[in-house]
C-alpha cells in the first residue's frame, strides 16, 4: 500500500470509528482516534514517526526525513453538535518539510479526499468571491480580506472542512490567522495542493512542516486564478 493509499485508508477508518462512538463525546472521540491512528501507522510504517495534537512531542523528528503529521479530531466542538458535518480527520505525510500526502475525511459526509485521487478542479463560478470562514469567530486579517475582495461568507466550522469546501467548490478562499499547528493543515493542504488550489501563508510563502516548533498561525488556500487578487487584498493591510 503506497503512501497515498494509507493515509485515505486510516482517515476513513478513523472517521467510522469517531462515528460509532460519537455520543461518547469529543473527548473521547480524539482520544480513541489518535490511539487507532498512532496504532496503524506503527503497524504500516515502523520506521516513520508521528508528529499528533493529540500525543507528546517527539523532538527527535526534526532530524527525520518522513514524518506523519496528523489530527485524530478536527473540530471538537462540531463532532460533538450532532448532525453537524463540518468536522473531519487529517492524515498526512511531510517529506523534507513538505506536505506531500495527505487525506482529509469528512465522516458525517461520507467523504474522504486525498492526494492519491485528487479532486477535479471545478470551472469558476460568476459571483462574489466565496470565503470560507468560521461560524464562531472573524480575525481582523480575514475581516479585513473580506471587506477588501467584497466577499460573501460561507460560515461553517474545522479547518479541514473549510480547506476542503475551496477543493469541493462551495467555496472560492480559505484565509487563516490568529494561530494554528501544523495538524490543523498539514493534510488538507497537501489535499489542496494536489487539487491544483493554491497554498501559503498568508504573506505567500511557502508552508513548511515539521519544523522544531509546529506552531503554524496562519493560512491560505485559494483558487488559481484568485491568487494574486487575494495576496494583494492581504498586504493591502501588513
Do not use: F
Not at 20 to 28: F, K, L, P
Not at 72 to 82: A, H, I, Q
Not at 112 to 123: D, F, N
Not at 198 to 218: A, C, F, I, W
Amino acid at each position: 500500500m503506497d503512501d497515498h493509499t494509507l493515509a485515505a485508508v486510516l482517515a476513513e477508518e478513523a472517521g467510522e470509528l469517531l462515528l460509532d462512538i460519537r455520543s461518547e463525546g469529543g473527548a473521547v472521540g480524539d482520544r480513541k482516534s489518535n490511539t487507532l491512528l498512532l496504532d496503524r501507522l506503527r503497524e504500516a510504517r515502523p520506521e516513520d514517526i508521528v508528529l499528533s495534537e493529540e500525543s507528546p512531542d517527539d523532538p527527535s523528528r526534526i532530524e527525520r526525513s518522513r514524518v506523519w503529521i496528523i489530527d485524530p479530531l478536527d473540530g471538537t466542538r462540531e463532532y460533538g453538535e450532532p448532525p453537524r458535518v463540518d468536522w473531519a480527520v487529517h492524515v498526512a505525510l511531510a517529506v523534507d518539510g513538505r506536505a506531500v500526502v495527505g487525506a482529509v475525511a469528512l465522516p458525517a459526509a461520507g467523504l474522504v479526499l486525498h492526494t492519491g485521487q485528487p479532486p477535479a478542479l471545478l470551472a469558476p463560478q460568476s459571483g462574489p468571491i466565496r470565503v470560507a470562514v468560521s461560524r464562531s469567530r472573524l480575525s481582523e486579517n480575514v475581516a479585513h480580506l473580506m471587506a477588501e475582495l467584497s466577499a460573501t461568507p460561507v460560515p461553517m466550522g474545522s479547518a479541514g472542512a473549510k480547506a476542503m469546501a475551496v477543493v469541493r467548490g462551495t467555496a472560492d478562499v480559505y484565509a487563516h490567522s490568529g494561530g494554528q499547528y501544523e495538524w490543523d493543515s498539514c493534510a488538507p493542504v497537501a489535499v489542496a495542493a494536489a487539487a491544483g488550489l493554491h497554498v501559503s501563508r498568508l504573506d505567500g510563502t511557502p508552508l513548511r512542516y515539521n519544523r522544531p516548533d509546529p506552531y503554524l498561525p496562519d493560512l491560505l488556500i485559494c483558487r488559481p486564478e484568485l491568487r494574486d487578487t487575494v495576496l494583494a487584498a492581504i498586504r493591502s493591510r501588513m
